[in-house]
């Protein structure tokens, strides 16, 4: 399968404790993002990578906050001290931006459940 | 600011009844890009259809198509014959093309289809 992966699935953390998300975008894709999406609401935008650089980030994406993407390929996101409103799925997705080009189609990865007690 | 109302929440239909998801957005920008998303309840979002705004054909993709109508503002989406395999929770997005090359997405709040056996 060369689609999004995310890791892990599931994650259950108590209020105060560190996480940290993987995402593998597929293999030939530079942009890389990373969306939340609550129970019955749409996935709202946090960041993205153009390659390793970040290029945008959304008000949403706290200080707790921070995403990297070292390489250029793999991405982690992690959130610190974590709080209960911090419990949703982050989505991660990649496209490829060609030189020049509009409007690229954005694939999503299954999601990273995080549940904070 | 770019915004995107899907009205329904919730739409059961009997398998083999056709069915339309109405999709609503907002945009100053004259170049846009609008999306239809399928998440099933593994979470993922999977992607259906990417319309540009100079582009007002209509699309037809086996049960899927797509009626874009920039005058109503609207890209609403029908299945017909629908099969309980098309049970999702189905997403329209909204992408402008000066907050650079669909590189953020707006969504819509989702519409919860069930198709009943």
């Known amino acids: 399968d060369t689609g999004v992966s995310q890791d892990p699935r599931h994650k259950i953390t108590k209020r105060g404790q560190n996480v940290t998300f993987r995402c593998d975008p597929i293999?030939?894709?530079?942009?890389l993002y990373w969306y939340r999406q609550t129970l019955g609401q749409g996935p709202e935008f946090l960041t993205y990578f153009q390659n390793e650089a970040q290029l945008e980030k959304s008000r949403l994406l706290s200080d707790r906050f921070s995403a990297e993407r070292p390489k250029g390929s793999f991405s982690t996101l992690e959130i610190q001290r974590t709080e209960q409103g911090d419990s949703a799925m982050y989505l991660c997705?990649?496209?490829?931006?060609?030189?020049?080009?509009?409007?690229?189609?954005?694939?999503f990865g299954e999601g990273s459940w995080l549940t904070v007690v | 600011a770019q915004k995107v109302t899907q009205a329904q929440t919730e739409i059961s239909v009997v398998e083999k009844e056709d069915v339309t998801l109405d999709c609503v957005y907002e945009t100053r920008d004259t170049t846009y890009y609008l999306f239809w998303y399928k998440q099933p309840p593994s979470g993922e979002l999977v992607f259906l259809i990417r319309r540009n705004s100079f582009d007002e054909q209509n699309e037809i993709s086996g049960r899927y198509s797509w009626n874009f109508q920039k005058s109503t503002s609207s890209f609403n989406f029908t299945i017909t014959a629908s099969q309980v395999v098309d049970s999702a929770v189905y997403f329209c997005?909204?992408?402008?093309?000066?907050?650079?090359?669909?590189?953020?997405?707006?969504f819509g709040s989702g519409t919860q289809l069930t198709v009943l056996p």
């Open positions: 997005a909204l992408s402008e093309e000066s907050s650079g090359s669909a590189r953020q997405l707006t």
């Open positions: 997705a990649s496209s490829l931006q060609r030189l020049g080009g509009s409007g690229n189609t954005i694939y």
């Open positions: 293999s030939e894709h530079n942009r």
